[in-house]
């Protein structure tokens, strides 16, 4: 089965400085994966996947992702972030044979960005 | 756009009550899912389902049934209210990308 790790439980970010949030998952062949953002009592949003192809990935709100299958890696970044980019990111991974898809999530990095 | 609701965004029971929470999608997705969601531990499956009336034990089950009787609406019933599940639940539906609901914020007391 598949797992995910988001190492950092928490991020604290100066607003105009750059954001890298971490996530590692272990599967055996390529999976699918996604990032979500969640604002304070709000659902998931997609900021963008990968399901093949180009291994950079470009997403809503400035941020992109790049999938490394050398490192099992899918690391979210954002050149410079704005204060409404504090919230609650969660890396999920999907099994490319599962016809359902079902994801596995990380328990998410908490980002606060100060002035 | 892709439209998920949720029936309630806040609720409050009693201990042993019956709870519904209900989601509806306007996509035509075949597969809708339940999740609880708790600090520190993501997003947890509690049940998912593929097709009208079929329906998938996920990860944490215990304490939950789900109904299916139309494509578009996915309900998760507690039975009977436990404290334990003082959770934010949300709903998700797919085709190949899960979106998700707002959520439900459920206090059980």
């Known amino acids: 089965a598949q797992s995910v790790t988001q190492p950092d439980i928490h991020i604290t970010v100066s607003e105009g400085a750059s954001l890298e949030l971490r996530c590692n998952y272990s599967?055996?062949?390529?999976?699918?994966l996604f990032w979500y953002v969640q604002s304070p009592g709000q659902g998931l949003q997609l900021l963008l996947k990968y399901f093949s192809g180009d291994t950079l990935v470009q997403g809503i709100k400035g941020f992109e992702a790049e999938f490394k299958r050398s490192q099992s890696s899918f690391n979210l970044r954002k050149p410079s972030v704005h204060w409404s980019d504090a919230a609650e990111y969660f890396c999920a991974v999907g099994e490319t044979t599962d016809s359902w898809g079902k994801l596995q999530f990380g328990a998410g990095t908490q980002v606060v960005v100060t002035p | 756009d892709v439209k998920v609701t949720q029936s309630s965004r806040y609720l409050v029971k009693r201990t042993g009550e019956k709870v519904f929470l209900e989601c509806v999608q306007d996509?035509?997705?075949?597969?809708m899912f339940w999740y609880r969601q708790d600090p520190g531990l993501g997003l947890r499956l509690i049940y998912f389902s593929y097709d009208v009336k079929m329906k998938e034990k996920g990860d944490i089950p215990e304490g939950y049934s789900v109904s299916r009787e139309k494509k578009e609406r996915f309900s998760l019933i507690l039975e009977s209210a436990s404290t334990n599940q003082t959770s934010m639940y949300l709903c998700?539906?797919?085709?190949?990308?899960?979106?998700f609901g707002p959520g439900t914020r459920l206090l059980v007391l």
């Open positions: 996509m035509d997705h075949e597969n």
């Open positions: 599967y055996g062949a390529t999976p699918y």
């Open positions: 998700a539906s797919s085709k190949e990308t899960q979106y």
